[in-house]
């Protein structure tokens, strides 16, 4: 197995999973939860030879319970938008052909830094001010936000938000930076996952000193947040 050296696409498994985070992030909407699922599992067969995976497409399918020709169809996407390469190889003994190679592709690197995609953003921009923070009137019960992390309850969102930041305008403000971050994410995260994020990211926000633009912070935050989110979901090996 050694001929697997001569394909080595990185220097090191950090660079690997930078590599395959990026993929998924630039390719996020081309790809579906099935084409996701082979690339996790070709990176985590290409750690030896660093982004090198020798593998069967039965093997693949059998690993993620889908069927071969689901499989070779997500195997081709991904040759597609050219996160892999597809590399033949030949029984040394036996003759005919083996298990294909499969390279993960360092992705493209765009000087344009406006192209440059990471984890899919709100499609609308959230426009902050510099106003110094009102701190007479921004409430934030920490005891009730931590027992809201683990509430069951059928409270709306706008409710639970209620409960934490008294000052309405201010709260309108931070609410719809979690609607803008989250809109687009409810087809892949359970709403109570997604609304735990915002409810964590408002404890976090009020809970530094010194913050001029308060609700600039808190966006920042959530971001940073549903960015570590994204990771830790598509690349739980």
């Known amino acids: 197995m050694r001929y697997l050296s001569q394909h080595q696409s990185f220097q090191s498994?950090?660079?690997?999973?930078?590599?395959?985070?990026?993929?998924?992030?630039?390719?996020?909407?081309?790809?579906?939860?099935?084409?996701?699922?082979?690339?996790?599992?070709?990176?985590?067969?290409?750690?030896?030879?660093?982004g090198v995976a020798h593998l069967k497409a039965a093997t693949i399918a059998q690993s993620i319970?889908?069927?071969?020709?689901?499989?070779?169809?997500?195997?081709?996407?991904?040759?597609?938008?050219?996160?892999?390469?597809?590399?033949?190889?030949?029984?040394?003994?036996s003759g005919g052909y083996g298990a294909n190679l499969y390279v993960i592709q360092p992705p493209v690197v765009v000087n344009d830094q406006s192209q440059v995609s990471s984890r899919p953003k709100a499609e609308k921009p959230v426009t902050t001010t510099s106003e110094p923070a009102k701190k007479g009137t921004e409430a934030c019960t920490y005891s009730s936000a931590k027992e809201l992390l683990n509430n069951n309850t059928s409270c709306s969102p706008y409710v639970r938000f209620k409960q934490l930041i008294a000052d309405k305008k201010l709260r309108n403000r931070?609410?719809?930076?979690?609607?803008?971050?989250?809109?687009?994410?409810?087809?892949?995260?359970?709403?109570?996952?997604?609304?735990?994020?915002?409810?964590?990211?408002?404890m976090t926000a009020?809970?530094?000193?010194?913050?001029?633009?308060?609700?600039?912070?808190?966006n920042g935050i959530l971001d940073r947040m549903l960015d570590r989110l994204y990771l830790a979901e598509t690349f739980s090996l």
């Open 206 to 218: 009020f809970k530094s000193t010194g913050v001029r633009n308060i609700v600039g912070y808190y």
């Open 174 to 202: 931070i609410f719809g930076v979690w609607i803008a971050h989250t809109s687009y994410l409810r087809g892949a995260y359970s709403d109570s996952v997604l609304l735990n994020v915002g409810i964590t990211a408002v």
């Open 65 to 93: 319970g889908k069927s071969e020709k689901t499989v070779r169809r997500a195997l081709s996407k991904l040759q597609g938008l050219g996160v892999i390469a597809k590399m033949k190889t030949l029984r040394q003994v």
């Open 13 to 50: 498994v950090a660079a690997l999973n930078e590599a395959l985070y990026r993929h998924t992030c630039d390719h996020y909407f081309a790809m579906h939860e099935t084409d996701r699922s082979v690339l996790k599992m070709l990176g985590r067969y290409a750690v030896k030879y660093v």
